[in-house]
């Protein structure tokens, strides 16, 4: 039988980029089976031979930047000169020494091309130089406390939209929060999704992470539409204002029937908007050239196969010949419905005019942050990005979490990771695309599971998520480079570390001027609790998110209820602990807050006082930012999402309770977010 060093030794020998070992929540080192570290390396591939230059090379502004060249089969010293094209156009020159390029220390930020030329040689080799940290507003650099809501924007109502929340709603919603001195609104991802497929409406499991989820748009705002009689026509027939009047009036959304007749809507706008001046959509197709084409292509093929075929849910379920996006076929396709694509196109155009439009108005509120996206961990496997890069994405591999007390088989996302070594080949351009793509038009970005970063655990395509292993990702070198994009897009970045965190990401983390994400509830337990005044600044604060149950399905137990009811917990026994914990998480809140005020005695019943009272008392925290959800000033009890089912619960679809106007006209909720503003500015 193998030791442990033995063991540790062999699997590490598969791959350079396999982890054989992950520590468990009672941090104890846990060892993958031989087996399984094999199926994880079949799916890395053979590692590829080290080159003589690196194919990127990242380092900090003001270090002296040396390279070693890998000349491990010669003997002799390399008669080499080397250029450096920087980004603004110069160039530098030097002779390789000793086999090695070192450059000065003072070169400029941004994306350089390093050249190497010898007798025998002609090599390159993509030098990043990075800002020490992140970039921070000014408020926060002059250590202010700021607040905001977090919001899922499919849940807003009002009197105009279509059954969901829209662009229009989020800027109505930041104009009433910016009246009350709120300072942020954060987003759930608003990544592309499926249109053909419009109940695949999970926001973390998106068709491409690098275009916009198009359901989004308000139709009636689009000038094409409002110029178009026929569209004006349809849009106030009786049969149509009666279908929105029920989306509206719904309490959880209805994807296929809010598609529909957005699509519809949008197919009368664009018809008016083809006879019009197409200068400024030329420009954004050329701007944003293959990958913009992509998108395109893949909704307009998907909606055109879902006219014919049943279940055509994704690219691996289509006819082999369209499964690929380079294929002739699909070149065909293009060709034969170019109109249909570029219709599609045109819908990300418009998706992005009106998130653009937000953004501005964020800027013209002075709202410090305005409102900030989230980035999503990873994508569907039958979406837009992986049908059109699969070198890069790993199909026969999905990523999740490994096991632990609440998933005793781990869990799987069923998303596709990058592969950690091709993402390297190519100078991390798909990295850099992907944080451009998602901090345009917005003050700051969430990750999500941005351990993800250091290491993802990976499980071969259709095997228990218990057999997987972790792959290892260029923490370093990706987080240097989130700094520079975060610095040139004056985005604010927020990460989101929950769960078994890597020794030392924490501080790397807050070395980078990278925001912690602390959730308010995961910093008690039955033994200890952290004071309000002792949270880190560099953090932002919640009570609860979209994965956790409202602050009343909390104090109710709410959510054990539900997770029993549909088979999330592995055991009774687990159930019960949970439970327990939950007993003394509560009893200790409730000590602490009481402290400080009279607390509301009505606890069964969790009346409108008693949960406006917990949001006021953590307003106190010590974190830069501040956050709570709309479904607790409004006292909901269903939950956005409950992790561990698919089918089973509405996820993604339940609305607020009232509308935005109501909202902000409540007297009880206008007190709320004033001791809010008080609290954060004292």
Same mark, same amino acid.
């Given at each position: 039988?193998?030791?442990?060093?033995? =063991?540790?030794?062999?699997?590490?020998?598969?791959?350079?980029?396999?982890?054989?070992?992950?520590?468990?929540?009672?941090?104890?080192?846990?060892?993958?089976?031989?087996?399984?570290?094999?199926?994880?390396?079949?799916?890395?591939?053979?590692?590829?031979?080290?080159?003589?230059?690196?194919?990127?090379?990242?380092?900090?502004?003001?270090?002296?930047?040396?390279?070693?060249?890998?000349?491990?089969?010669?003997?002799?010293?390399?008669?080499?000169?080397?250029?450096?094209?920087?980004?603004?156009?110069?160039?530098?020159?030097?002779?390789?020494?000793?086999?090695?390029?070192?450059?000065?220390?003072?070169?400029?930020?941004?994306?350089?091309?390093?050249?190497?030329?010898?007798?025998?040689?002609?090599?390159?080799?993509?030098?990043?130089?990075?800002?020490?940290?992140?970039?921070?507003?000014? #408020?926060?650099?002059?250590?202010?406390?700021?607040?905001?809501?977090?919001?899922?924007?499919?849940?807003?109502?009002?009197?105009?939209?279509?059954?969901?929340?829209?662009?229009?709603?989020?800027?109505?919603?930041?104009?009433?929060?910016?009246?009350?001195? *709120?300072?942020?609104?954060?987003?759930?991802?608003?990544?592309?999704?499926?249109?053909?497929?419009?109940?695949?409406?999970?926001?973390?499991?998106?068709?491409?992470?690098?275009?916009?989820?198009?359901?989004?748009?308000?139709?009636?705002?689009?000038?094409?539409?409002?110029?178009?009689?026929?569209?004006?026509?349809?849009?106030?027939?009786?049969?149509?204002?009666?279908?929105?009047?029920?989306?509206?009036?719904?309490?959880?959304?209805?994807?296929?029937?809010?598609?529909?007749?957005?699509?519809? *809507?949008?197919?009368?706008?664009?018809?008016?908007?083809?006879?019009?001046?197409?200068?400024?959509?030329?420009?954004?197709?050329?701007?944003?050239? #293959?990958?913009?084409?992509?998108?395109?292509?893949?909704?307009?093929?998907?909606?055109?196969?879902?006219?014919?075929?049943?279940?055509?849910?994704?690219?691996?379920?289509?006819?082999?010949?369209?499964?690929?996006?380079?294929?002739?076929?699909?070149?065909?396709?293009?060709?034969?419905?170019?109109?249909?694509?570029?219709?599609?196109?045109?819908?990300?155009?418009?998706?992005?005019?009106?998130?653009?439009?937000?953004?501005?108005?964020?800027?013209?509120?002075?709202?410090?942050?305005?409102?900030?996206?989230?980035?999503?961990? *990873?994508?569907?496997?039958? *979406?837009?990005?992986?049908?059109?890069?699969?070198?890069?994405?790993?199909?026969?591999?999905?990523?999740?979490?490994?096991?632990?007390?609440?998933?005793?088989?781990?869990?799987?996302?069923?998303?596709?990771?990058?592969?950690?070594?091709?993402?390297?080949?190519?100078?991390?351009?798909?990295?850099?695309?992907?944080?451009?793509?998602?901090?345009?038009?917005?003050?700051?970005? =969430?990750?999500?599971?941005?351990?993800?970063?250091?290491?993802?655990?990976?499980?071969?395509?259709?095997?228990?998520?218990?057999?997987?292993?972790?792959?290892?990702?260029?923490? #370093?070198?990706?987080?240097?480079?989130?700094?520079?994009?975060?610095?040139?897009?004056?985005?604010?970045?927020?990460?989101?570390?929950?769960?078994?965190?890597?020794?030392?990401?924490?501080?790397?983390?807050?070395?980078?001027?990278?925001?912690?994400?602390?959730?308010?509830?995961?910093?008690?337990?039955?033994?200890?609790?952290?004071?309000?005044?002792?949270?880190?600044?560099?953090?932002?604060?919640?009570?609860?998110?979209?994965?956790?149950?409202?602050?009343?399905?909390?104090?109710?137990?709410?959510?054990?209820?539900?997770?029993?009811?549909?088979?999330?917990?592995?055991?009774?026994?687990?159930?019960?602990?949970?439970?327990?914990?939950?007993?003394?998480?509560?009893?200790?809140?409730?000590?602490?807050?009481?402290?400080?005020?009279?607390?509301?005695?009505?606890?069964?019943?969790?009346?409108?006082?008693?949960?406006?009272?917990?949001?006021?008392?953590?307003?106190?925290?010590?974190?830069?930012?501040?956050?709570?959800?709309?479904?607790?000033?409004?006292?909901?009890?269903?939950?956005?999402?409950?992790?561990?089912?698919?089918?089973?619960?509405?996820?993604? =679809?339940?609305?607020?309770?009232?509308?935005?106007?109501?909202?902000?006209?409540?007297?009880?909720?206008?007190?709320?977010?004033?001791?809010?503003?008080?609290?954060?500015?004292?």
């Amino acid at each position: 039988m193998l030791t442990k060093q033995k =063991r540790k030794i062999t699997m590490k020998s598969l791959h350079p980029y396999l982890n054989p070992y992950f520590f468990d929540e009672y941090g104890r080192r846990r060892y993958a089976s031989q087996a399984v570290c094999h199926k994880i390396a079949k799916r890395l591939g053979s590692p590829k031979s080290k080159p003589i230059i690196p194919p990127v090379k990242v380092a900090t502004e003001g270090q002296a930047v040396y390279i070693r060249l890998n000349l491990a089969n010669s003997n002799k010293a390399l008669q080499a000169r080397w250029q450096l094209h920087l980004e603004n156009g110069e160039i530098r020159c030097g002779k390789v020494k000793r086999n090695a390029i070192n450059l000065p220390k003072a070169l400029p930020l941004g994306y350089h091309h390093l050249q190497l030329k010898s007798e025998h040689y002609s090599l390159s080799c993509r030098l990043i130089i990075t800002p020490k940290t992140a970039f921070q507003p000014k #408020e926060l650099q002059q250590k202010q406390k700021l607040w905001g809501a977090i919001l899922q924007l499919y849940t807003l109502r009002s009197e105009h939209n279509w059954g969901i929340g829209d662009f229009s709603d989020l800027k109505t919603f930041l104009s009433r929060l910016a009246e009350k001195g *709120g300072d942020f609104v954060g987003l759930n991802p608003i990544h592309a999704i499926f249109p053909a497929n419009p109940e695949s409406a999970s926001p973390y499991s998106p068709s491409s992470r690098l275009w916009q989820n198009i359901v989004y748009i308000d139709v009636a705002a689009i000038d094409a539409f409002q110029q178009s009689s026929e569209a004006q026509a349809w849009f106030h027939s009786a049969e149509v204002q009666q279908q929105l009047i029920e989306a509206r009036a719904k309490d959880y959304v209805d994807y296929s029937q809010v598609m529909r007749l957005k699509l519809e *809507g949008l197919r009368l706008a664009y018809a008016t908007f083809v006879q019009q001046d197409q200068q400024a959509f030329e420009q954004f197709i050329n701007e944003y050239g #293959e990958s913009l084409k992509v998108q395109g292509t893949f909704d307009a093929l998907h909606y055109w196969l879902s006219n014919q075929f049943s279940e055509q849910w994704g690219w691996n379920f289509w006819a082999q010949e369209y499964q690929d996006y380079a294929s002739n076929v699909v070149q065909a396709f293009q060709t034969e419905h170019s109109q249909l694509v570029r219709f599609y196109m045109w819908l990300q155009f418009v998706a992005q005019q009106q998130l653009r439009a937000c953004n501005q108005l964020a800027k013209a509120l002075n709202m410090p942050i305005g409102f900030y996206r989230d980035l999503a961990v *990873g994508v569907a496997d039958n *979406g837009a990005e992986t049908w059109a890069d699969k070198e890069l994405f790993v199909l026969d591999a999905s990523v999740g979490a490994p096991p632990d007390i609440m998933a005793p088989n781990g869990q799987n996302w069923g998303l596709s990771p990058m592969h950690p070594e091709v993402l390297q080949a190519r100078g991390y351009q798909p990295f850099i695309d992907l944080l451009r793509a998602n901090m345009k038009d917005c003050g700051a970005l =969430r990750i999500d599971h941005i351990l993800g970063f250091a290491r993802m655990w990976w499980v071969a395509k259709g095997d228990s998520a218990k057999n997987g292993a972790y792959v290892r990702y260029p923490l #370093e070198d990706l987080l240097a480079i989130l700094a520079l994009e975060s610095q040139r897009n004056q985005c604010l970045i927020i990460a989101e570390a929950l769960g078994t965190v890597p020794k030392g990401m924490l501080q790397k983390l807050e070395d980078k001027g990278i925001l912690a994400y602390n959730i308010f509830y995961f910093e008690w337990d039955q033994h200890d609790s952290k004071p309000l005044a002792n949270y880190p600044y560099q953090a932002m604060t919640t009570l609860s998110t979209h994965d956790l149950p409202t602050l009343q399905g909390y104090w109710k137990g709410y959510d054990f209820d539900l997770g029993k009811k549909f088979g999330v917990y592995p055991s009774e026994k687990v159930l019960n602990i949970l439970k327990q914990s939950r007993h003394f998480n509560k009893e200790a809140i409730r000590q602490a807050v009481e402290k400080v005020q009279d607390l509301a005695k009505d606890s069964e019943g969790v009346n409108l006082k008693f949960v406006h009272q917990l949001q006021m008392y953590v307003a106190d925290t010590n974190s830069a930012l501040f956050g709570t959800q709309p479904e607790d000033w409004l006292n909901m009890l269903e939950p956005v999402n409950i992790p561990g089912t698919s089918n089973e619960y509405p996820n993604w =679809r339940r609305k607020l309770s009232y509308t935005i106007n109501e909202i902000f006209n409540h007297e009880q909720i206008n007190q709320l977010l004033d001791a809010f503003e008080q609290k954060r500015n004292k």
